[in-house]
């Protein structure tokens, strides 16, 4: 594998499920992030990791949950949502965050539906 | 805080034909500017950025971007365009300062659609 890879790709859940979705990046790099991506609205950025603490938090519904167990691995764990968060999640990693021109290297997402 | 806006949402072009998706970005402080690129069902890929320098940049495929700090742009140019190159396309800013825990700013996007 290569890259920054997620699964599952495409996840169906009624709001009263507990799901998780895994992101993993082949990259070595030390920083992570969550981005939802919905229909007609610009990608928001929802978590940021760096070294494994969590450094932001973007007023994010307590509903998300994130988890970064090493560098390589970041997860975000989903209970009780709401049909309004079906969007696509976009994990992507970056050498660093303090730099400022990194590159965000982006996977290809988990396309959610909740029922 | 940083805004962007891209003014098209779609852009529908010709095989062959060249293309310019516009963005202007609103900031208090110096930015980065970046454009990705979305193909279907697959994740963005970043196309070009700039950082400092030469106002003109060269991105992959083919494509160039021009930062204008008086009229706060960064359009997107391709010279000719192939069908391969429908997809979404999305400007981005960050601030430059470095303190913003690499939180990059979208636009809501451009479609762009390469008729044969």
């Known amino acids: 594998e290569t890259g920054v890879t997620q699964t599952p790709r495409h996840l169906v859940m009624g709001m009263t499920n507990k799901k998780s979705l895994k992101c993993e990046q082949h990259?070595?790099?030390?920083?992570m992030y969550w981005y939802k991506q919905s229909a007609k609205k610009p990608l928001e950025l929802m978590f940021v990791?760096?070294?494994?603490?969590?450094?932001e938090n973007n007023s994010v519904p307590s509903r998300f949950s994130p988890e970064c167990p090493n560098s390589s691995h970041l997860f975000l764990h989903l209970h009780t949502l709401q049909p309004e968060d079906s969007a696509l999640y976009l994990c992507?990693?970056?050498?660093?965050?303090?730099?400022?021109?990194?590159?965000?290297?982006f996977g290809p997402g988990t396309r959610l539906l909740v029922l | 805080a940083q805004s962007v806006t891209q003014l098209d949402s779609q852009v529908p072009v010709f095989e062959e034909a060249p293309v310019e998706l516009r963005c202007n970005y609103s900031?208090?402080?110096?930015?980065?500017l970046f454009w990705y690129v979305q193909y279907p069902n697959q994740g963005l890929q970043l196309l070009l950025k700039?950082?400092?320098?030469?106002?003109l940049v060269k991105g992959i495929n083919g494509f160039e971007a021009e930062f204008n700090k008086s009229q706060t742009s960064f359009h997107l140019r391709k010279p000719s365009v192939h069908i391969s190159d429908t997809a979404e396309y999305f400007c981005?800013?960050?601030?430059?300062?470095?303190?913003?825990?690499?939180?990059?700013?979208f636009g809501q996007g451009t479609i762009l659609t390469v008729h044969p």
């Open positions: 990259l070595g790099h030390n920083a």
């Open positions: 981005a800013v960050r601030d430059a300062g470095g303190t913003s825990y690499g939180k990059l700013t």
């Open positions: 700039y950082l400092s320098g030469s106002t």
């Open positions: 900031s208090s402080v110096s930015v980065y």
């Open positions: 990791y760096s070294l494994e603490e969590r450094v």
């Open positions: 992507a990693s970056s050498q660093e965050i303090r730099g400022g021109g990194e590159t965000q290297y």
